[in-house]
């Protein structure tokens, strides 16, 4: 039954694991509330932090159960403009998450805590003429508050460039301006001060133009071009474009792509600093980042995943790099694809948006396919370099040592010979994969996952790469007592000691997990690699992903063969990427490349496929395979997991809601154990629910989810709905 208030009601999002929202009455005295308002409410015997995302004149409770708010922490300032509200709720719908859930990833750390604070509109400091008389005399005793004057005497100075001159500056800041030495004006957007990049060649050309025609309309992408084809050079002159009739930009990269080299990229062409905003900033970083986009003095802002939900009042282009990269998926929590909800973004704001990689993800690739996005190539070199030739290695005609083939132990120390480098690519870490009894058959598992430990040899432990356990290295077999312990397999710090030896005098650099741990560590290493000189790369996809070494001209990958005949039908798309990508490592620059590929199965049709009709032809192939079994992007899938510290739980929970799936067009599948069946202690298992149409999954879908709360084993496991899973 509804009863009816006169006052109004806000619909409030919290952050709790709850598929609802939260009726409240406004606070007691004050203005009238806005949608995309945070507030201050009692939640049981806590006080919480919400964000208004709905205003009605009626709530389902009688109005004396209302609470009310307890204050408005922003006053009248919103931090949900009511395009990304929407896009939000499109986000909560689609997904099937807990609303709260949904708007609190979208704000950044600081604005979800009680304390947190939309932080003022950004100055900048500013000499006025007594300041600049005062700066022309001696400084006397005054210095800290002269290097301040000095460096305002420069032009126009910000926080943070006053900050490095001294810990006590704001002290000394408040001086000067109390002196009248010093005035602050509201900082302007940056100015663009384009240095021209080169001369388009011919596909660049037609895409950049073909875009441009669509600016002022919604219209999806894709930027299919090789490694080394000029891509980021059309993101540029797009950007040029968007950015000089006062747009605003969003330009997402991958978790590890964004690297200073790449922000250097668009500063030095565009003139200003583009914001940059991802996961390892500071949580101050964060929420400065969000306040300049919000306020539209970030003209580009360059960010991961998290930067699609940044309010932007201007924007204008959305920009996707490497748009295949698994990390555009979040995996844990609200499980959103970035590149789907980038995608609806701009269609949301009548903006193009476009899609870049080498290797495109199936989905985007059967869409261009079908017309649904525009389908730009790039197949040249922009710098002329050809692109690498490849050489299958049999491993079963091969004398290997720690993995690598005398072949390819050959050919690696030709190229060193020539003064070149070398990557050499194996996408484990660790020393080595598995530790064995050779007496009885024991190996080193992890307690808490289905896993083997990994050998670090030299940090004296085995760790679970899941769970992050570490246990102790055992003397003798826990098992049966005998001294027969030995390393089965081979990660990349084997190969690392491995090469070393082998190739004494030539510098050796390792590129992953372990080594490049700290901030700006890989930054060094790849300095040191682009100084030149011979040197060997060792490393995992970490160096699979965009970066420029002009001086490598072989790469080796060590093995790839498990993704061949894996169980995940995505693993053959997966490997396929990977290899270009790594591949697209090799001949950058004048000198030409070669790829070495170690396996077990040269004669895979996929592989031969991909090495010799290239990347375009495989996904073809790969496409038409899934067409016939029905698979995604042919179908449309979503996941219900659960997990819990008993299976029985887990499975009791997962076929009673199986029994309550409602009939209709889709249908559900399982229960199934998850791929890693155990994982942290916890046993994992899922639903899989296939549809040929979306509308009819989600239909569906809703329905169930509804049933789902009220299922009594549903207390006893965690549960999520995963829409468009990118994993089992
Ligand atoms: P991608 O992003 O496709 O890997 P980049 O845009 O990084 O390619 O271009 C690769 C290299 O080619 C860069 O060094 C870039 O400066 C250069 N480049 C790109 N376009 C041109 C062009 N039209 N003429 C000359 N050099 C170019
Ligand atoms: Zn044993
Ligand atoms: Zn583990």
């Avoid at 916890?682 to 569906?700: G, I, K, M, S």
Wanted: hydrophobic letters at 40%.
């Amino acid at each position: 039954m509804q009863s009816f208030t006169v006052q109004p009601v806000l619909n409030v999002a919290l952050p709790v694991p709850l598929r609802q929202l939260f009726d409240y009455l406004p606070a007691e005295a004050g203005f009238d509330p806005q949608l995309g308002q945070r507030v201050l409410v009692p939640f049981g015997r806590r006080k919480m932090i919400g964000v208004v995302v709905g205003i009605t004149d009626k709530s389902e409770l009688p109005a004396e159960k209302l609470a009310r708010v307890i204050e408005y922490p922003d006053d009248q300032q919103t931090v949900l403009s009511a395009e990304t509200l929407a896009l939000l709720k499109w986000c909560w719908r689609y997904y099937k998450h807990a609303p709260g859930e949904v708007v609190f990833n979208a704000l950044p750390p600081l604005l979800r805590k009680v304390n947190g604070a939309i932080p003022a509109p950004p100055v900048h400091y500013c000499l006025t003429p007594a300041g600049q008389v005062r700066l022309a005399e001696p400084p006397g005793r005054i210095k800290a508050q002269i290097r301040l004057l000095q460096q305002m005497a420069t032009g126009p100075a910000t926080e943070s460039q006053l900050r490095v001159h001294s810990p006590t500056w704001r002290k000394s800041l408040s001086r000067l301006i109390e002196q009248q030495w010093v005035y602050s004006k509201t900082r302007a957007p940056a100015r663009l001060d384009i240095t021209p990049g080169p001369q388009l060649l011919d596909e660049q050309r037609r895409a950049v133009d073909a875009i441009k025609l669509s600016l002022d309309e919604f219209h999806c992408h894709l930027l299919d071009g090789i490694t080394g084809s000029g891509k980021t050079e059309v993101y540029l002159q797009l950007l040029e474009k968007v950015l000089a009739r006062g747009g605003q930009a969003l330009l997402l990269v991958p978790e590890i792509g964004l690297t200073p080299q790449l922000v250097n990229r668009f500063r030095k062409r565009l003139g200003f600093e583009p914001v940059v905003t991802h996961s390892g900033l500071s949580e101050g970083q964060r929420l400065q980042a969000w306040a300049l986009a919000k306020s539209g003095l970030a003209r580009l802002v360059i960010g991961t995943r998290s930067a699609l939900f940044l309010p932007m009042p201007d924007l204008q282009l959305i920009i996707l790099d490497e748009e295949h990269d698994a990390s555009f998926k979040q995996q844990d929590g609200f499980r959103y694809s970035s590149r789907d909800v980038a995608v609806k973004r701009a269609a949301g704001l009548n903006v193009p948006v476009v899609l870049g990689t080498a290797t495109p993800s199936l989905e985007s690739y059967s869409n261009a396919k079908s017309k649904r996005y525009s389908w730009h190539r790039l197949r040249q070199r922009a710098t002329g370099a050809v692109e690498p030739r490849w050489r299958v290695l049999d491993l079963i005609q091969q004398r290997m040592t720690g993995g690598i083939s005398a072949t390819a132990m050959e050919a690696i120390g030709e190229t060193l010979d020539k003064g070149q480098q070398v990557l050499v690519f194996l996408n484990r870490r660790g020393y080595a994969p598995v530790i064995l009894c050779h007496d009885c058959g024991w190996h080193a598992a992890c307690r808490r996952c289905d896993a083997n430990l990994t050998w670090h040899r030299a940090r004296h432990v085995l760790l679970c790469h899941h769970c992050d356990s570490r246990v102790q290295i055992p003397v003798m077999c826990p098992e049966c007592g005998a001294d027969a312990l030995q390393a089965a397999g081979e990660g990349t710090e084997q190969l690392e000691q491995m090469l070393g030896t082998a190739f004494p005098d030539t510098p050796l650099l390792r590129f992953d997990r372990d080594t490049v741990r700290k901030k700006g560590e890989f930054q060094r290493l790849s300095t040191q690699v682009k100084a030149g000189g011979s040197c060997l790369l060792v490393g995992t996809q970490m160096l699979a992903k965009g970066h420029h070494f002009p001086e490598v001209t072989l790469v080796v990958i060590v093995n790839l063969d498990q993704s061949l005949y894996s169980a995940d039908f995505r693993a053959l798309e997966r490997m396929g990427q990977l290899m270009v990508q790594v591949a697209g490592r090799a001949g950058r620059d004048q000198l030409p490349g070669e790829v070495i590929l170690q396996t077990h199965y040269p004669q895979h049709e996929s592989l031969l496929t991909l090495l010799d009709s290239g990347y375009e032809a495989f996904a073809g192939d790969i496409c038409a395979d899934r067409h016939t079994a029905c698979l995604p992007p042919f179908s449309f899938q979503a996941l219900l997991r659960s997990d819990a510290h008993e299976k029985d739980d887990v499975r009791a929970f997962l076929d009673q809601a199986r029994r309550c799936f409602p009939s209709g067009e889709a249908r559900v599948y399982g229960p199934f154990p998850a791929m890693m069946e155990r994982r942290s202690g916890r046993t994992r298992w899922y639903l899989l629910v296939q549809a040929d149409r979306r509308p009819v999954l989600h239909r569906q879908l809703d329905e169930w989810v509804m049933k789902l709360h009220k299922l009594p084993s549903a207390r006893k496991v965690r549960w999520v709905i995963d829409v468009d899973p990118q994993d089992y």
